[in-house]
Every structure is written in structure tokens, then in C-alpha cells.
């Protein structure tokens, strides 16, 4: 089954992903964005609309990379604790540390 886009659709898609292009890889303030939005001709409340939904998803994204950090940090350094304590000869510093640099890392951005 085919879907079609319509150029409203489309329209919308472009201005989200040049919003998210101005937030995130430029690093505009969201007043920045809105305004660069107003000036190709979009309403004041469509752009804010826009910018606050990009926003949003960025804010989760974060949340979510946070949590991911945590856990595999935490894994790591776990790991690297029950392996050196396991007597097998080894000490297993770098697994020690970077999982709690990567768990910390992960607990500062959540």
C-alpha cells in the first residue's frame, strides 16, 4: 500500500527538520530559531509551535541517552568490580573507570 505525502505535510516535515537543524547543530536559542522560522514566512504561533515540539523531543532524547549511559556505565563498572574481586589476577581498572565516568556521566545529564 503506497502512502502519499501532501506538499502541506511535506511543508511541515522541512520545517521541523530545519528547526531541529538550527536547535541542535547550530546551537541557536529557541528565540533565535523562531525568529529564523517568522522570517521564511511562518506565523508566530506555527513556529513556536514547531520549536517547542522540537525542543521537547531533544529534551527526551537526552533523558534517554542519560538513562542508557547510567545502565552501561553502571554494568560496566559493576563488571569490572565482580571481575577483580573474583581473585582471578587481574584488576580490572579500566572497566572500573570508565563505567563510573559513563555512570556519572549519564546521572549529570538526567
Given at each position: ?8 505535510n ?20 529557541s ?19 514547531i520549536?517547542?515540539n522540537v ?5 527526551e ?6 538513562k ?22 587481574l ?20
Open positions: 500500500m503506497e502512502t502519499t505525502t501532501s506538499p502541506g511535506e511543508l511541515i516535515n522541512q520545517s521541523y527538520a530545519y528547526a531541529a537543524d538550527l536547535l541542535v547543530n547550530k546551537k541557536l536559542s528565540e533565535a530559531t523562531m525568529d529564523a522560522l517568522i522570517a521564511k514566512g511562518m506565523p508566530y504561533d506555527a513556529a513556536n509551535t520549536v517547542d525542543e521537547q523531543q531533544i529534551k532524547a537526552k533523558k534517554e541517552r542519560a542508557k549511559d547510567m545502565l552501561y556505565g553502571g554494568l560496566w563498572c559493576v563488571g569490572g568490580i565482580i571481575a577483580t574481586a573474583s581473585n582471578i589476577g584488576i580490572f581498572w579500566g572497566a572500573i573507570l570508565f563505567g563510573g565516568i559513563q555512570f556519572f556521566k549519564g546521572l549529570a545529564n538526567a
